[in-house]
């Protein structure tokens, strides 16, 4: 089983949608989850993180972490489509980001 | 303005041919890392570095070399590139470690033929 699995299934949404991404992780030591949105030609730039298990708001975006289920989630509200990216999943341990594969989105006008 | 600057953003080689991709960050980071990107595979970390003069290996290690001989700049060394090597690499860095946040550089996209 791989660290971190993340569904690298492309994902087309209409404008105004929500947007729902997760990953699941068989790593007890990860205690930071992130989320990094990659533009096309562009490096990952962070988007959010969290430390505990429970919910994290940023606007339009919320992160979800659930440690029991060694499972995490991003939401993205009333979607628009600057938000069309790839939306990696990271976790940190034993110093170094292992990352999910990645999910491409589209977002329609 | 903060960033990692990687150069150079495009390179075609040949199989065998030394070469060496220069990373530097303006941000006074400890923690300076490189990274390829492969379609179905991600992200996938290559070496590391948490200070000057400290050095590992991450995942994916073999056929590269770094070195860390000041805070600023983190170089990725190939010795003898080989077609497996083609890929898109990324340098990024980070004020202590992966549990803070990350910048990348831009990238550089590698082709060995």
């Known amino acids: 089983q791989k660290e971190v699995e993340q569904d690298p299934g492309p994902l087309s949404v209409p404008e105004g949608a929500i947007v729902s991404l997760n990953c699941t992780y068989s790593n007890s030591a990860f205690q930071y989850f992130m989320w990094y949105r990659q533009y096309s030609r562009k490096g990952p730039e962070l988007l959010m993180y969290?430390?505990?298990?429970g919910n994290k708001e940023d606007g339009r975006f919320t992160a979800q972490v659930d440690k029991s289920s060694k499972y995490i989630s991003l939401f993205i509200r009333d979607s628009q489509p600057s938000d069309s990216a790839t939306y990696l999943c990271a976790m940190d341990g034993n110093n170094r980001l292992a990352f999910g594969k990645g999910n491409q989105v589209v977002v329609i006008p | 303005e903060a960033q990692v600057t990687q150069n150079p953003r495009y390179l075609i080689t040949v199989t065998g041919k030394k070469l060496t991709v220069t990373c530097s960050q303006n941000m006074n980071h400890e923690y300076m890392s490189w990274y390829r990107q492969d379609p179905g595979l991600g992200l996938r970390q290559i070496y590391y570095s948490m200070n000057v003069e400290v050095t590992d290996k991450g995942d994916v290690p073999e056929g590269y070399k770094v070195s860390r001989k000041e805070k600023r700049n983190f170089p990725l060394i190939l010795e003898s590139p080989s077609p497996n090597q083609t890929s898109l690499y990324f340098c990024?860095?980070?004020?202590?470690?992966?549990?803070?946040?990350?910048?990348f550089g831009q990238g550089t996209r590698l082709t060995v033929v």
């Open positions: 990024a860095s980070s004020l202590r470690g992966q549990y803070t946040e990350a910048f």
């Open positions: 969290t430390y505990s298990s």
